[in-house]
């Protein structure tokens, strides 16, 4: 039946079988323009990268390695402390965010610890993966969603604690024009007091919103999504945590500093804000390369190599020292919760760590795969070299040095796998990392990096319990966005080692140069192959990104399948024969549930099928194996008896319509009412048109006839054959059941599948095709025919299948969906008869009961919503043709 799709107890149509030109014309343009759309915005990120890189190249030009090395090992120890300060300062003031919001929005939910937790550690993750708006707000969206918070509060979270950066964010400049707006970078040539105006205007306004913020309880409104704002105390908290957190951040990189570089700390922490805000635009791990382009750029740092040391300190101490904090506190908390028998706050505070879990695992494997490129552009150090010369020919290390190279790009990709929580992933990261190890020991004696990766290999597998996803999804595929990270983290590298090797003049012999200290050449050879990678795992994005279609194999029916749809009180439970769906059975064959994937969603159809116990073990089972799968849990098309059981596994439901069943101990074709169908009875006589019912055995001689019937009828519909909710015309299937068929001088004009249920509880049939232009009253009668030969076979119920969107409330109290289902119901004739269909079926005098799509919520709804219309239609567009 399908989100919206031909149901086969649907009327001839009496209007246009096509959208209208113009608006088929639109929706195509739309289209095109959408195909890309989830491209773009990773491609502006690169070309972000690609421009930050060329202005570092500029810019430092006139700077050696060496000599920022040198500066690096001249940092004193009491400005690393300092730094160190500074930093624990602004993830102090980072975790208030979470519990300022928390307390504003969902007041007494999460203990004040947790949502600092919440904050801190996934402020930790976010800044070492890059693209913060998206995985901080993923992770806080799993955490408080596992404490009962619904979507829109957790979205209003959210965005109460941006609200707090963005507004430290607007202060920080407006308080540098009003400081020094002489010296203030890109605005230097305007006249002051220009600066000083604009400064006066921007605190003024936020003065003004806190006076606004005082007088009463306020929300702001967007569209239809109201957010709550802080009272004016909350707010004032929110803005003072926000300054706290960027000057404190701003102050970690300016005591790193050498003296006298930066005049002025309020002209500095606005190129900051302006260098963060192009970091998080570029979509590089840490804004990686932007971030420090802009810095280096805007403060004039450039042939400065105690500046460069700064900005590569600042990295360490500010992105991978909180990242490793938080690894460690998640490491002890788990081995402290498999010893101690825990409180209600210890449990609570489990279920805020456990999401941490892959992000961490993710950021630790991406960082070894940094360490292994950094290492691969580096030089060698020389001692070590000779040392290995004497145990190891000079082929082994070229060879290692490519196979490092080859591991950190690596680890780069597979780090996305752990992020899902995918148990392949957590092998391939082991082994990789374990590997890359091993090829820095062989390359060059780089104790420091291998010590490094079988530290991280520790960490992986102290978490190994929360990898245990297996995806049936094919090959894997990174997303656009990630392969942004990844793409931008390899040119960030690649920059480095041109960087460290512009003394070295460049010659097609640098390719084939093997000796023990040809540092350049190996860094040659790595990048290509690095390359090489990227282009690989692009291409395999770009072919592979929806997976791979199952195999025939996978689709065989089990052998106690047949038996158990022959036992079945419902009669659509035959779709389980269809050789379209795989099965998840009862250990004891006592059940089973029919189901599909479809993008990032495993679909069943209908309930599952067996008695109530087996229903809900079957149920349970299914949901297990989707999460495990790593794929959301998807019901669709059941009724509202089980809603209970899928509303106990935190799943929603939205009703897609109703299903007509009409009651055949009631039904004739008397009265009033029935006067159509006694005509199209009649006139179907008059015309020559015969019913008859061919039994299963005889069905595939006539075969050839239907499937002549049934191409004729796709082409006046202008349609294609449904999937998975609706049977096919698919000659195996076709022949297990009886066929009705309308003839006209002896051939075949019209049929229909028939469908029986155990015990004669229910009929219905499938596909019903006819000849065009043969008679207007044809498909009256075949149901006329069909209904009363029903009742004389002695069955219970007629099932006319399901009349899509009909019954949803359009009240402005429902639902979104319910909102808008009611609204297409209503406004969308010119793509779909909803209420002529209804109105078809409503003759009869059916019985109408709801159905239903079981689904996640939040923002998985709208992915499973395009995964089902995709896995019926073909295409998530293709509902809308006739």
């Known amino acids: 039946m399908g989100l919206i799709d031909d149901n086969p107890a649907s009327p001839p149509s009496q209007a246009s079988d096509r959208p209208n030109e113009d608006s088929s ?19 502006a990120g690169i070309v972000i990268a690609l421009l930050a890189l060329f202005v570092l190249e500029d810019l430092l030009r006139h700077t050696s390695w060496a000599k920022t090395v040198a500066a690096i090992e001249n940092i004193p120890l009491r400005t690393l402390g300092l730094a160190l300060f500074f930093t624990a300062l602004s993830y102090a003031a980072v975790a208030l965010y979470d519990v300022v919001a928390v307390d504003t929005i969902a007041p007494g939910r999460i203990p004040h610890r947790i949502s600092a937790i919440a904050g801190a550690a996934g402020y930790a993750i976010s800044n070492a993966l890059g693209f913060s708006l998206l995985t901080g707000g993923a992770l806080r969206y799993r955490i408080y969603a596992a404490e009962g918070i619904s979507l829109v509060d957790i979205g209003r979270i959210v965005g109460t604690s941006w609200f707090a950066i963005w507004f430290a964010f607007i202060i920080m400049i407006g308080a540098a024009m009003l400081i020094d707006p002489a010296d203030v ?20 306004g936020i003065g003004w919103l806190i006076y606004w913020l005082s007088k009463g309880d306020r929300s702001l409104q967007v569209g239809q999504f109201t957010v709550k704002l802080p009272t004016s ?22 005591m790193l500093m050498p ?20 970091g998080v635009v570029s979509h590089a791990p840490g804004g990686l390369g932007a971030f420090e382009a802009t810095m280096i750029a805007g403060l004039g740092l450039g042939g400065k190599p105690e500046a460069i040391a700064a900005l590569i300190v600042y990295r360490l101490i500010y992105t991978v020292l909180p990242l490793l904090v938080a690894v460690s506190g998640v490491l002890a908390w788990e081995a402290f919760r498999r010893r101690e028998k825990l409180t209600a706050q210890a449990r609570l505070a489990t279920r805020v760590v456990e999401p941490l879990i892959p ?8 960082l070894g795969g940094i360490v292994l490129l950094i290492s691969g552009v580096t030089p060698g150090v020389r001692y070590r070299l000779d040392i290995l010369s004497d145990i190891l020919p000079l082929i082994f290390v070229e060879m290692s040095h490519l196979a490092a190279s080859f591991v950190g790009v690596a680890l780069l990709v597979v780090a996305r796998g752990l992020a899902k929580r995918l148990a392949r992933a957590w092998v391939a990261a082991m082994i990789l990392l374990l590997a890359g190890a091993v090829f820095s020991l062989a390359k060059g004696l780089d104790w420091e990096e291998a010590s490094i990766l079988c530290v ?12 245990y996803r297996r995806p049936i999804v094919g090959p894997f595929v990174l997303t656009w966005n990630w392969l942004a990270s990844v793409g931008t983290t390899v040119l960030v590298s690649t920059w480095l080692g041109f960087f460290i090797y512009r003394h070295v003049e460049y010659s097609d012999n640098l390719w084939w140069d093997f000796a023990w200290n040809a540092n350049a050449p190996r860094f040659l050879r790595a990048t290509v192959l690095v390359l090489a990678v990227i282009l690989v795992v692009s291409l395999n994005t770009a072919i592979n990104g929806r997976g791979m279609k199952r195999s025939k194999k996978d689709l065989a029916i089990p052998d106690a399948v047949p038996a158990l749809v022959a036992a079945s009180p419902h009669a659509e439970t035959a779709l389980a024969l269809l050789g379209d769906k795989q099965f998840l059975m009862d250990p004891d064959n006592r059940g089973f549930i029919m189901y599909a994937q479809s993008g990032g969603s495993l679909i069943a159809l209908g309930e599952p099928v067996g008695d109530r116990k087996v229903m809900e073990e079957l149920a349970w089972s299914f949901h297990a194996l989707a999460d495990k799968l790593a794929a959301r849990t998807v019901f669709y098309g059941v009724g509202p008896h089980s809603l209970p059981l899928f509303l106990d596994m935190g799943l929603i439901a939205l009703k897609l319509g109703e299903v007509a069943r009409v009651d055949l101990r009631e039904f004739s074709l008397d009265g009033p009412q029935r006067q159509p169908f006694r005509y199209a009875d009649r006139r179907a006589d008059k015309d020559g048109l015969i019913f008859e019912i061919i039994p299963a055995a005889d069905v595939p001689p006539v075969l050839p006839q239907l499937k002549k019937i049934s191409d004729a009828w796709l082409a006046h519909k202008s349609g294609s054959e449904k999937r998975f909710s609706l049977g096919f015309f698919n000659p195996e299937f076709l022949s297990r059941y009886d066929v009705a068929v309308m003839k006209k001088d002896g051939d075949i004009v019209a049929f229909a599948n028939v469908w029986r249920s155990a015990d004669k509880n229910e009929i219905t049939v499938d596909l019903m095709r006819y000849m065009p232009n043969v008679s207007k009253i044809m498909m009256d009668a075949l149901f006329a025919k069909l209904l009363m030969y029903s009742k004389a076979e002695g069955y219970r119920w007629f099932n006319l299948g399901a009349a899509p969107l009909s019954g949803l409330s359009g009240s402005p109290l429902a639902s979104r969906w319910n909102r808008f289902g009611s609204f297409l119901y209503k406004r969308g004739a010119d793509f779909y008869h909803f209420d002529g269909l209804k109105a078809f079926k409503e003759k009869f005098d059916p019985v109408w009961s709801p159905h239903y799509l079981i689904c996640p919520g939040g923002l998985d709804t709208p992915r499973t919503l395009v995964d089902v219309t995709t896995l019926i ?3 998530p567009l293709e509902f809308i043709r006739k």
């Open 456 to 467: 991280f290999a520790g960490v992986l597998w102290a978490f190994r319990r929360s990898f």
């Open 233 to 254: 105390r909350g707010a004032l908290i929110q803005i003072a945590a926000g300054l706290v957190d960027v000057t404190a951040a701003a102050a970690t990189l300016y």
């Open 185 to 204: 970078p890109w605005l230097s040539a305007l006249d002051p007091r220009i600066d000083l105006f604009a400064g006066v205007i921007i605190l003024g």
């Open 873 to 875: 239609n073909g295409s």
């Open 25 to 43: 014309r639109s929706r195509g343009l739309l289209h095109r323009l959408k195909k890309y759309q989830h491209i773009a915005f990773p491609i």
């Open 259 to 278: 003296e006298g570089v930066v005049q002025s700390f309020a002209v500095f922490a606005l190129v900051y804000v302006i260098a963060v805000i192009l």
């Open 359 to 366: 992000g961490l695992a993710a950021s630790v494997t991406f």
